[in-house]
């Protein structure tokens, strides 16, 4: 299986910043990397497929960039409503795997 | 636009076999999707369970292949998960999922793309 490591596990900021997120893959996985969105008590929601690619609907605050290891999703300037915890998963090899999750907290 | 709605029981008995079903509204089963099972236990992450395709292939996690069927009911447009020999390690809040692909530069991109609310399930 593909392991999936975010960095870091939590992080706390103030509305406005710049947030970023990193997911790395134990191995070569091309752009096949999604990013979802998890507020509490929500079940999760598409942001980014494809690495770099916004699912319709989703704010362009948001961002993904990478490809083969690392990959990076960005919050240009954070809203209230993306204090949440956000998912990396590969899409390029079954069984399908979800990085551990980073935990976006208000300072 | 596709809605799914997870149903079962929210409480089972260890070495029991839980039993969910995902009703499938505003799309067909029988469109080009997969079908998809995911889990996440109290605090934390998510797991990718299995899926089903729309021509009836499954997929299975390796580590519940022993003790998990995915079927489709293509009449009632839901599908369902089957997972024997619980134990407390099983309990977790279930969501059942649409995947979808994307053909972009050249490559069959897969995601996942629509989300029940999720259902939680104890085993005790």
């Known amino acids: 299986d593909i392991q999936m490591t975010q960095s870091p596990s939590s992080l706390s900021a103030s509305v406005g910043d710049r947030v970023t997120v990193t997911c790395r893959a134990s191995?070569?996985?091309?752009?096949?990397l999604n990013w979802y969105q998890q507020r509490p008590g929500r079940a999760p929601k598409l942001l980014i497929y494809?690495?770099?690619n916004l699912q319709s609907g989703v704010p362009s605050r948001f961002s993904g960039s990478g490809s083969g290891t690392d990959f990076t999703l960005t919050i240009s300037s954070l809203q209230p409503e993306d204090f949440a915890t956000y998912y990396c998963?590969?899409?390029?090899?079954?069984?399908?795997?979800f990085g551990q999750g980073t935990k976006v907290e208000i300072k | 636009q596709v809605q799914l709605q997870e149903s079962g029981p929210g409480l089972v008995k260890p070495s029991g076999t839980l039993s969910l079903t995902c009703a499938v509204s505003?799309?067909?089963?029988?469109?080009?999707?997969?079908w998809t099972w995911v889990r996440q236990p109290p605090g934390k992450g998510l797991e990718w369970i299995g899926d089903?395709?729309?021509?009836?292939?499954?997929t299975y996690s390796p580590s519940l292949k022993s003790r998990l069927t995915i079927s489709a009911d293509k009449a009632k447009n839901q599908f369902s998960l089957y997972l024997r020999s619980l134990t407390a390690a099983d309990t977790a809040v279930y969501y059942c999922?649409?995947?979808?692909?994307?053909?972009?530069?050249?490559?069959?991109?897969?995601?996942?793309?629509?989300w029940g609310k999720g259902t939680t399930v104890t085993v005790s």
């Open positions: 998963q590969q899409s390029y090899s079954a069984p399908w795997t």
């Open positions: 505003g799309g067909s089963i029988s469109s080009s999707n997969w």
């Open positions: 191995q070569t996985i091309s752009t096949f």
């Open positions: 089903i395709y729309h021509s009836g292939s499954t």
């Open positions: 494809a690495a770099s």
């Open positions: 999922v649409r995947g979808g692909d994307r053909n972009y530069a050249g490559g069959n991109y897969y995601y996942m793309d629509v």
